[in-house]
């Protein structure tokens, strides 16, 4: 009698454990399989001319914040200027845009001081990052948020 408990317990754990990995191996293969998807669907968009950008800026004295986003032809850069600086807005901007003019003659170059598109800029650069915009889709949010400048000012 003790015998066929001890058997009876023996098979349940043996049918566990084979249950518990068969169970878990499923799932690892469907996970790598949408890891490749992702990767092989979207080309990271090269921002390179927006980190120079956001590194010259950054450098100056007035600027607490800077936010860039590049295509093949625009720069858009966004900027927050310390309290104090806010006094001389217009100015700033005027010579950021002329300094990164310099820098970048082969861009049309958008700067801007104010809060809603620097978290414009910020959004954009987040889908950049995460890889999920492609070039069509940047020309879009980059000439939406070109719109939203212009109105500001």
């Known amino acids: ?30 996970d790598a399989d949408e890891d490749l998807n992702v990767s092989q669907v979207s080309k990271p968009i090269s ?6 950008a956001t590194e010259n800026v950054s450098m100056e004295e007035e600027i ?28 700033i901007e005027k010579n950021i845009k002329s300094d990164l003019e310099k820098q970048y003659p082969d861009y049309s170059i958008l700067v801007s001081a104010d809060q809603k598109m620097y978290f414009e800029l910020v959004k954009l650069d987040e889908k950049l990052q995460k890889n999920t915009s492609s070039m069509k889709n940047l020309e879009k949010d980059i000439k939406k948020i070109k719109s939203l400048m212009k109105e500001q000012s």
């Not at 921002?47 to 120079?52: M, P």
């Open 1 to 30: 009698m003790i015998s066929q408990i001890k058997n009876v317990k023996v098979a349940l754990l043996i049918l566990m454990v084979i249950g518990l990995c068969t169970g878990c191996s499923g799932n690892q293969n469907q």
């Open 47 to 52: 921002q390179t001319v927006a980190n120079q």
């Open 64 to 91: 607490s914040d800077v936010m860039a986003v590049n295509s093949d032809k625009e720069l858009l850069v966004a900027i927050k200027v310390k309290q104090f600086d806010r006094f001389h807005l217009k100015k």
